[in-house]
């Protein structure tokens, strides 16, 4: 009472209160601008970059003036030039390339480095280059920056986190400080952690470069947000009611930067019978409101939906789930008196169910992070024990992952005693990402519709139960006239050659032959247009002749007279050689030399393995013939590579 006395219960204007906000925002902005600048930059395909991107920016911003950006931000390269610091996150695409948003600035940095080597660093300069004022790249622009790349990638593929690590040397060849070495994320392994090891080492090598003046206990309140314990209890998580709804497609469309339409399964066919085998279908999908537009090599992403009956089982270990048909923002705090914010990863005024079905994916193995959480919500306490000891032991963790392979709704069966908070547990799972798949027509051919060929991914799962793949199951199994959201991707790196006359060689196995029907269809167009196109030669794999895909097509296309062969390896007929499609192509190495010596196009779709194995061959025809030696051929299909005569187009 003391400190009230003798003053007087005034309201404060609206006028007032804005002049307080506007002096306490200048001497913020003053504040920050005595801070030293550090930009972080994401490159994905997914959003988990965007997710580390945004961990390490809220570390950095503890000490530094430190903004996120995408790679592909216009005027990116001055972006750089004004920042002390520069951290880059970035996954890999394919075998070895850039994110689909990160193909212009590996362009341009790739352009940098050949003028480099000619002593030249004139953009201006570089041929068939048409570059705008979004591209410009300032001069001096790494002059004294000091950076970081973090790489994601999967040790299954064998060009590993290769573009991350290509930047981190180009960087550093240009004349980049690194300031650590290249942070290395696996998704086989413990990505999350190797993370947090690399980008603490990260702040504390930028704060001793820059000589950043802090106190002991601010740099370890910094760090230590890095190591929180995630918080357990459900008065940290809540779902707000909204008065307004949103849009499915307008959600998704946004959480996945794409222009989502209502997609109509029109067609669905099988492609072979093999009875022990997984099946390949072709499927035509319609958008509803409009006449697709795309050209043969490009993709479309299909939003997948979960199971039904996998809903139902998660809800049985929800306590006090919001009403279904209600919009909903999902939202969390860091403390008791912080503030509510909402979850990033999930869009607002959505139902209950339309998050469930269309955007929390419940298949991946639950993070250590959602393990403590169902162990502080175990009413047994062996299930508590065993829960508590996998959020805290890796090696626990990583065996129990491998053994058992168990997504939230198997993992809670497994502990059946958890009752969790559902805002709890949705906010510590994944996002649903779209599946794209390489199309498989044409828009003259099929007209309203799109054609995929599909593999679908079907197997027994390690709980006993037969599972299919979320999208190939959806597509395999949904009623004709079932709707599905998705979207048109376009790939301009993946396109037949502008001339018609020129030869193209199409190397696949499996449902990677997808895009090279498309291309035939093409090739078929323009034969009847007068266009006269050149050669097209097939190699194609499968396991005998009765997975020989789509040959039906190939052989009525010949018959009418266009220039086109099919070359088929079978790796499990009776009776033949075992061939896989890279030996067939070995086979033929004279024509597949013609066929570079003449610069016709070779394009390659279909697993990371087999389309490495091609590359290899496509090595040793250059190499026999040119007798060069094996980093000179690598060379040269680099250079295909980006003339646009070897085009791949590569799934894991």
Known sequence: LWMKHGRKNTKKSLKAVSWMLLFWNSIYKKLLSKRQKVSV??????????????????????????????????????????????????STFGNGEAPTMATGFDNKLTDLMECMKQESCDLSLT????????????????????????????????NFAAFGKLLDSSLYTLGGDRLVSVGLGDELGNQEGAFKVWVKQTFLTACEDLSIQTTNLKMAEAINMMNKAPVADTSFYRWRIMERGTELNDALGKTHNADMKTMTLTRRENLHNEPNESPTILVSLSPCDLKPIYEPGDHMGVCPKNDVEDIDRLMEHFKNPPAENQPLALETKSELKAPWLPVDTYPKGLTFGELLTHFVDIRPVPSQTLLRILSENAQDNKEKET????????????????????????????????????????????????RRYSIASTKEWEGNEVGLVVGVVDYTHKSGKRRFGLATGNLANYTIGSLLPGFLRSETSFRLPEDPKKDVMLI????????????????????????????????FGCRNKKMNLLKDETDRLAQSGLKIERHVAYSQEPGMKKEYVQDKVWDDFMMVYKMIKDEGAIYVCGKVKMAQAVQDVLKRVLEKFLRIDGEDAQKMILKMKKDGRYQEDIFG
């Open 127 to 158: 041929p068939n280059k048409d570059y705008s004022t979004e591209d410009f790249v300032p001069e001096d622009w790494i002059k004294n920056l000091h950076f970081g790349v973090f790489a994601l990638g999967s040790s299954a593929y064998p």
């Open 387 to 434: 829960l508590l000891k996998l959020s805290k032991n890796f090696d626990a963790y990583s065996s129990w992952k491998h053994e058992h392979e168990a997504g939230i709704v198997e993992t809670l069966t497994m502990f059946p005693s958890v009752k969790v908070c559902s805002a709890t547990v949705i906010s510590n799972l994944p996002t649903i990402k779209p």
């Open 41 to 90: 930059f994401y490159a994905t395909e997914t959003g988990t970059s965007k997710k580390f991107a945004t961990s390490a920016s809220q570390l950095f911003q503890t000490t530094f003036d430190c903004k996120v950006y995408p790679i592909n931000t216009p005027n990116v390269f001055s972006l750089i030039k004004e920042s002390k610091v520069a951290i880059f996150v970035t």
């Open 508 to 539: 696949a196995a499996g449902s990677g032959i997808s895009p090279f029907r498309g291309f035939w269809m093409k090739r078929g167009e323009q034969l009847q247009s007068g266009k006269e196109p050149g050669k097209t030669v097939i190699y």
